[in-house]
């Protein structure tokens, strides 16, 4: 029996190069989140189903994967859910981290500054730019309810983007609180509140006729659908509460260094925010790149003392696709050198030099050749990026 070589749909393969890109993009954001004083975790890529069926994850609760028990726990003869499965894999790292953050909050600081970086998994459909398997990486600050936790995530994560060459994007920023109220105030019930948001959360997708057409089809009103379209394009001058000052706040220290802008038609998915909520948009390549928003209650689950909490997460497969899209080079990389050695007795002699060079800053290769086959050889090294080929013998 032969088995096909392809990876599960909705998944990839890194070849080489692929991981060189995937490591330095890694590398120079974690740079800059410890530079600022964000420590790194990791947590389990398995959670208790129970615990990810009541996250408040939004659209994300029909794509979960879920693990079957194991063993004496698997009863076949009930067939319901809870009987069959008790695992899922994550979705995102924001909800692992609230778990985290309540069974050690005795060893860690607070606030406590974390970030993370890992695979999640979604049961996507898989299509261009949709995967089942990604990266994720977020920075969360845990234990400061106040604006500034936010201004400190947003001078950070940007700064990130700017060292990986993102110099064109804007912040966008609302609040799920003034977005209730410019619900509520175009006549729809507080239960509508998250069915509106999905809808809305679609608008750079489908417009502003896509989103109006899909709550017509939801049974909404054609009078309350005109008043929230009217609403949604309101500025924060609109607003006179607690909540728009903050933003305003916000908006005046951020701006000094990056650009952001209100924008009231702005949702995120998750149904776990509970103020500011963020993304960062590039004006060179449409779509966006970042986002996040404060998730005070997600804590509550674990703990009854409420503690807040805000992330902000970096869409790193978007800026690896958009990478390779454009063949990006990684800049100031090592230089990459061969040493070749055709006779035996050359190999401690290779071996010499190639210590000597690496301990200068070099990446060395020492390959034994054979002669017939040294020219064929030697272009598959060039090929692989290796700048200078050195023949080892007694010269």
């Not at 009103?221 to 394009?233: G, P, Q, R, S, Y």
């Not at 916000?250 to 949702?267: E, G, Q, W």
């Not at 790193?316 to 454009?326: A, G, M, V």
Request: proline share 3%; hydrophobic share 35%.
């Amino acid at each position: 029996m032969r088995f096909r070589t392809k990876p599960v749909k909705g998944t990839f393969e890194a070849l080489p190069e692929d991981m060189e890109l995937r490591n330095w993009v890694k590398n120079t954001i974690t740079e800059v989140y410890a530079s600022r004083g964000y420590t790194q975790i990791e947590t389990p890529c398995i959670e208790n189903l129970e615990l990810l069926n009541n996250s408040d994850g939004g659209e994300n609760l029909r794509l979960l994967f879920k693990i079957l028990k194991r063993g004496e726990k698997l009863k076949f003869h009930d067939l319901s859910e809870n009987a069959l499965c008790d695992l899922g894999l994550r979705f995102d790292l924001t909800l692992p981290l609230s778990r985290f953050y309540a069974n050690n909050r005795n060893d860690l600081p607070t606030p406590f500054k974390a970030f993370q970086m890992g695979y999640v998994w979604r049961a996507e459909r898989p299509q261009k730019g949709r995967f089942r398997q990604f990266t994720q990486c977020d920075i969360d600050i845990i234990g400061d309810k106040s604006i500034y936790a936010e201004i400190d995530l947003m001078l950070t994560l940007p700064k990130a983007l700017y060292d990986l060459g993102f110099k064109n994007f804007t912040i966008k920023i609302n609040d799920r609180r003034l977005l209730k109220e410019l619900v509520l105030s175009a006549g729809f019930e507080e239960n509508d509140f998250n069915t509106v948001c999905i809808t809305v959360d679609k608008m750079d997708k489908v417009g502003t006729q896509g989103v109006m057409d899909e709550l017509g089809s939801k049974g909404f009103e054609k009078e309350k659908i005109d008043n929230l379209m009217k609403n949604l394009n309101s500025d924060l001058s609109t607003f006179n509460n607690e909540y728009s000052k903050d933003l305003e706040k916000l908006i005046n220290v951020v701006s000094k260094k990056y650009p952001i802008a209100f924008d009231s038609t702005l949702v995120r998915g998750m149904g776990y925010y509970t103020g500011p909520i963020f993304e960062i948009v590039s004006d060179e390549f449409k779509g966006s790149i970042a986002g996040g928003g404060r998730y005070d209650n997600l804590l509550n689950k674990f703990q009854k003392e409420p503690i807040p909490a805000v992330g902000f997460s970096i869409g790193f497969e978007r800026i690896i696709s958009i990478f390779k899209e454009n063949g990006f080079k990684i800049p100031n990389k090592k230089k990459k050198i061969g040493l070749v050695f055709i006779d035996d007795k050359y190999i401690d002699k290779a071996i010499s030099m190639s210590e000597e060079l690496i301990s200068v800053g070099n990446i060395v290769s020492v390959y034994n050749f054979k002669k017939n086959k040294i020219d064929k050889r030697m272009k598959r090294l060039r090929n692989e990026g290796y700048e200078e080929i050195i023949i080892v013998d007694e010269k």
